[in-house]
């Protein structure tokens, strides 16, 4: 089916897909794809690599000019390794560790020309070199898809409905991220419901700015409001966002 996740600019919309196929991959050894416009494969694997080690993602992409096409390879040679920090043993083991889910993850970077057909071919090819098993894919900026003339509400609502017949039609979850750009802010998350009614679920991601008061910046305080959720719950649920390791962390209800 399709999932659709919306939010506001710069509250960490990608470091939540990628963390949430990456825990996909990991748990059910399931293959996952995605599809990134604004982010390009670097910069996706150095997020994952933050999140597992601990090492913010400053320190990894000081260090990233030593990374080949996988993540914490090393292309130095031996001497110039010799300079790297303690930490990068620390994120070599994790890379290590995490190398057999982290081979089922294709990272896949968009240009504008990219079409929805283009992106069903790349999907079928992915699951014929994985024999044939269903995937899950992320399609990040998604309203980058569409008729960029359009208004994004319009635009969206029509992708929407693409989206979900190419999810049928693979029989596969597709998760789609689109930016939340409304200037009146005083309407509530539950208005898309009305503006994308053939997703099967709607997450929309809310700054707290309250609670963010009491975190060190630039960390976040975040609700994810289920709004649409067919044959299951809805409701939302509270989350900490650390931008320096690309990391979500759900936290109890206050």
């Not at 996740?5 to 990628?18: E, R, W």
Request: aromatic share 6%; proline share 6%.
């Amino acid at each position: 089916g399709l999932y659709l996740l919306i939010g506001p600019p710069a509250c960490g919309k990608t470091s939540f897909a990628k963390q949430l196929l990456d825990q996909v991959a990991r748990h059910n050894a399931v293959p996952g794809v995605f599809f990134s416009f604004a982010e390009c494969k670097k910069e996706l694997r150095i997020k994952t690599l933050a999140r597992l080690s601990g090492i913010e993602n400053k320190e990894i992409r000081r260090g990233s000019v030593y990374l080949l096409h996988w993540y914490g390879m090393p292309k130095a040679q031996h001497t110039e390794l010799e300079r790297l920090p303690p930490s990068w043993d620390k994120l070599k083991k994790s890379a290590e560790e995490a190398k057999s889910w982290l081979d089922l993850i294709y990272l896949i970077e968009c240009d504008r020309d990219i079409d929805l057909r283009r992106i069903e071919d790349q999907i079928r090819e992915v699951e014929s070199i994985q024999g044939g098993g269903r995937v899950m894919v992320v399609i990040d900026d998604c309203q980058l898809l569409g008729n960029i003339e359009q208004k994004l509400a319009d635009r969206v609502m029509l992708l929407v409905d693409e989206l979900q017949r190419a999810a049928v039609s693979l029989q596969i979850p597709i998760l789609a991220v689109c930016p939340d750009l409304r200037e009146d802010r005083s309407s509530v998350p539950q208005i898309w419901s009305d503006r994308a009614p053939s997703a099967d679920v709607i997450l929309v991601m809310e700054i707290d700015l309250e609670r963010t008061k009491k975190l060190i910046e630039p960390n976040q305080a975040l609700i994810l409001h289920i709004i649409k959720n067919r044959g299951g719950e809805r409701g939302k649920l509270p989350f900490e966002f650390v931008p320096a390791f690309s990391k979500f962390t759900e936290v109890a209800p206050a």
